[in-house]
């Protein structure tokens, strides 16, 4: 009877603080990659030629303007 004031209350809450713990950890190493600012962006960057793709593939450029452009960059 020891009422919430008891040794049980206070280990309740050690145990939720080591599962935010535990949480925040795995969290950190299992992230995904695009989330850390601090990281060299120049792996990140498109070639030219993916961007012109890209472009095609959307529809942005018609086939006469990406084969011409892509002859540009070769």
């Given amino acids: 009877m020891h009422g919430f004031g008891g040794m049980g209350f206070g280990m309740g809450w ?3 603080i080591g599962i935010i713990l535990v949480a925040a ?3 950190g ?3 995904p990659p695009g989330q850390n600012n601090n990281l060299n962006n ?10 012109l793709k890209e472009r095609y593939a959307r529809g942005e450029i018609d086939k ?3 084969e011409q452009r892509k002859k540009d960059l070769m």
């Fill in 29 to 31: 190493i299992v992230r």
């Fill in 64 to 66: 006469d303007e990406f």
């Fill in 42 to 51: 120049t792996t990140n960057q498109k070639s030219p030629l993916d961007m």
């Fill in 25 to 27: 950890i795995i969290w």
């Fill in 14 to 16: 050690w145990w939720i």
